[in-house]
């Protein structure tokens, strides 16, 4: 069965600190592509970043890395400097084969000032 | 561009009616999808279509229908609402099978009273 679980419902930063939130992930795939979204509380998706699953680096968007560890299923989006404006849930996400995809159930995320 | 966009943006709806919400893109995107959104979890694949004529079915296809008669629309269709269809729901498009963007819409709040 395909599976992404985040276990961190609710996670506060300090501005300007790094920010890991975990996410794992369980398919039998060997091909698969995992992706974090962002959701403001203005409700729209964002995408902020992509691995997939044969993919030898760990993927970077700015501020933004994914902690791609393939034995231990995991698959952690890592927030640096993070700013106020980061406040929102992040949800962990997985494509397989047949262009299905599932979502975690996300996480709030706030960041203080 | 006005990238991916839906209509209504909120709707309530008697058990037993019918409606379609509206999704369109401008980008020439093959793929397009429709997601759910219930409180605590996360995102789940309705229906999606690789390209005009070709539709699937995604985790929770049951209620709904769709159609693609042209690449830039998608509509989602609930033939027979019930309360249980009260969520969230995105429309989402990407370029093709193969690419890992996906740009959703600001998302439709459905309520079935």
């Known amino acids: 069965a395909q599976k992404i679980t985040q276990t961190q419902p609710g996670m506060f930063v300090q501005e300007k600190e790094a920010v890991t939130l975990d996410c794992t992930y369980d398919?039998?795939?060997?091909?698969?592509?995992l992706f974090w979204y962002k959701q403001p509380s203005s409700g729209e998706m964002i995408f902020l970043i992509y691995?997939?699953?044969?993919?030898?680096q760990n993927a970077t968007e700015g501020r933004y890395s994914l902690n791609f560890q393939k034995a231990r299923k995991s698959a952690n989006l890592v927030i640096s400097a993070s700013q106020l404006g980061d406040s929102a849930m992040y949800f962990c996400?997985?494509?397989?084969?047949?262009?299905?995809?599932?979502f975690g159930t996300g996480t709030s995320l706030t960041v203080i000032p | 561009n006005a990238g991916v966009t839906q209509t209504p943006k909120f709707q309530v709806l008697k058990t037993g009616q019918s409606m379609t919400l509206q999704c369109a893109q401008d980008?020439?995107?093959?793929?397009m999808s429709w997601y759910r959104q219930d409180p605590g979890m996360g995102l789940r694949l309705i229906h999606y279509?690789?390209?005009?004529?070709?539709?699937d079915q995604g985790e929770v296809p049951n209620g709904y229908n769709v159609s693609r008669s042209t690449t830039e629309d998608f509509p989602l269709r609930l033939l027979s609402a019930a309360p249980s269809q009260t969520s969230v729901y995105f429309c989402?498009?990407?370029?093709?099978?193969?690419?890992?963007?996906?740009?959703f819409g600001p998302g439709t709040r459905l309520t079935v009273t």
């Open positions: 996400a997985m494509r397989v084969p047949g262009n299905q995809f599932y």
């Open positions: 398919t039998s795939d060997p091909s698969y592509g």
């Open positions: 989402a498009s990407k370029a093709d099978i193969l690419s890992y963007e996906q740009y």
């Open positions: 691995q997939g699953s044969y993919d030898q």
């Open positions: 980008m020439n995107h093959e793929y």
């Open positions: 279509s690789v390209g005009a004529g070709i539709t």
